[in-house]
């Protein structure tokens, strides 16, 4: 792992970024019924990716680390969830979809990855 100075040097943050500007740029697509709704439910779960993986990097714990990295992968299902309802009510194309799940599946992994970085680095402490 090249060296990390911030939280945005981390490749799941990145990702979760990525995840974010995606939804942020597909809600827009949205009907105007739906702003209070799935909008903005979709666009806090997104946020939470990588909000929580900043501010589990300011916790100078592992195992405080691990937990908040762990909130960010399940917003990252919930915003999966959401991009499902939001094709169900056909608010999105099924390649807008696909193109979604792709970006969260690369997140999943490396926010995965991390996750037993960290482990591994709190079981040698």
């Not at 060296?3 to 942020?24: A, H, I």
């Not at 969830?81 to 696909?98: G, N, V």
């Not at 690369?106 to 680095?121: D, R, W």
Request: glycine letters at 4%.
């Amino acid at each position: 792992m090249s060296q990390v100075k911030t939280f945005e040097d981390l490749e799941c943050w990145k990702s979760g970024r990525e995840v974010r500007l995606y939804v942020s740029k597909l809600s827009k697509k949205f009907p105007k019924e739906e702003t209070y709704v799935l909008k903005n439910n979709m666009k806090r779960a997104a946020y939470s990716i990588t909000n929580n993986i900043a501010e589990g990097y300011g916790r100078f714990h592992y195992k405080e680390y691990i937990q908040y990295c762990r909130t960010s992968r399940g917003s990252l299902y919930e915003v999966l969830d959401q991009l499902i309802i939001a094709f169900d009510e056909e608010y999105i194309s099924e390649s807008d979809l696909k193109q979604g799940r792709e970006l969260i599946e690369k997140t999943l992994a490396l926010t995965n990855g991390f996750i037993n970085y960290l482990e591994k680095q709190k079981e040698k402490n």
